[in-house]
């Protein structure tokens, strides 16, 4: 075996030790990582308010109260939403029911197989309905306890902000110091410009779409424009996994082909203006990432940590881009991951 082979194994399996860890670790690194990220996203404002003599202390709790009243309004509101969706569930599931029963003849009529028989298969699937509701019911603790986690540490991040800044910096020798504050600034940059312009997304979202289901008579409109815009956290998938749900509800609950065409139209046209117009406004190059490695991103992300994953993939995709940029052995794999830039003729 020749050194540049042993090599090559030697890094293989530090890449695989590595994915290994963050798999095995995740319960203390998904709300580390929430944590770090929400941060980011404090910044401004926490620095803004020590310039103005604020006590370092007193900014960073009045940051972390901004945010639990954040959390609570968009609590109460998809309360709301939800409880006025509820009024009409009795209306979803008898039509349910019938779509299923037309289902089931249409099934008889073109493959054989008996009501009876299909009756007996969807018996057989509670099971594991009820157990996909009862590991819901055992992870809403867990849920509650990261999330203080996840509240603690934005605290105390940002509080030791500094000390952790100068702990990193002497990892560096005098000479690389200000490239090292160069790159740890620009970590936590695109971080934040990251969730503020997801943020903004998200609010042009739900504006747009809860003009347009408005306007075609959908029923809990605002609820199915909030559940469309949120799920914006997800790229590429989450809007279309929004729009098909409220397309199945409408359905179910009357709306005629021309609204569910209409709902198929709106959202067509809103992923163009979003593509076109919001996305280089709002977000413009600060997340330099092509669409293939964010696609990698999501999938590895999510098959990691789940959800939170797939909420962290971009952001430390990004963070992972600037470092490689700045590390000479690692500037091939920034490249990779960046964005393609089109060559000026």
């Known amino acids: 075996m020749t050194i540049s082979s042993a090599s090559g194994l030697k890094k293989l399996l530090l890449l695989f030790l590595f994915i290994a860890g963050l798999y095995f670790a995740r319960e203390f690194l998904i709300p580390l990582s929430v944590g770090a990220v929400m941060a980011t996203l404090f910044l401004p404002l926490c620095r803004w308010m020590e310039h103005k003599k604020t006590p370092r202390g007193l900014a960073v709790i009045f940051c972390l109260l901004i945010l639990l009243l954040a959390l609570f309004g968009i609590g109460i ?23 299923i029963n037309e289902v089931q003849k249409y099934i008889f009529a073109h493959s054989g197989i008996s009501i009876e028989k299909q009756n007996q298969e969807l018996i057989k699937q509670q099971p594991a309905i009820a157990l996909f509701l009862k590991e819901i019911a ?10 203080i986690l996840t509240l603690v540490y934005i605290l105390f991040l940002l509080y030791y902000r500094s000390h952790i800044k100068q702990f990193i910096l002497k990892f560096s020798s005098d000479s690389q110091r200000s490239e090292m504050e160069k790159v740890i600034d620009s970590v936590g940059h695109v971080s934040q410009q990251y969730l503020l312009g997801l943020s903004k997304m998200i609010v042009c979202l739900w504006v747009m779409y809860g003009v347009g289901f408005s306007l075609l008579g959908v029923k809990n409109a605002l609820f199915f424009a909030f559940l469309c815009g949120l799920l914006e956290i997800v790229p590429f998938i989450g809007n279309f996994t929004g729009t098909t749900i409220t397309v199945l509800v409408a359905g179910v609950q009357g709306g005629s082909f021309l609204m ?9 046209v809103i992923q163009f203006i979003q593509g076109w117009v919001l996305e280089p406004l709002i977000v413009g190059s600060e997340v330099k990432i092509n669409p293939l490695f964010t696609i990698i ?12 994953g797939i909420f962290l993939a971009i952001p430390l995709m990004a963070m992972l881009k600037i470092v490689c940029d ?17 060559k000026k003729k």
């Open 297 to 308: 991103a999501l999938v590895i992300g999510g098959l990691l940590w789940g959800l939170p």
């Open 326 to 342: 700045h590390i000479e052995p690692l500037k091939p794999y920034g490249f990779l991951i960046g964005a393609i830039e089109s």
């Open 77 to 99: 509101l998809l309360s709301h939403q939800i409880s006025s969706l509820s009024n009409d569930f009795s209306i979803i599931r008898e039509r349910s029911v019938e779509l």
């Open 260 to 268: 569910l065409a209409g709902i198929i139209g709106t959202y067509a």
């Open 138 to 147: 055992i992870s809403l603790p867990s849920l509650l306890t990261n999330l």
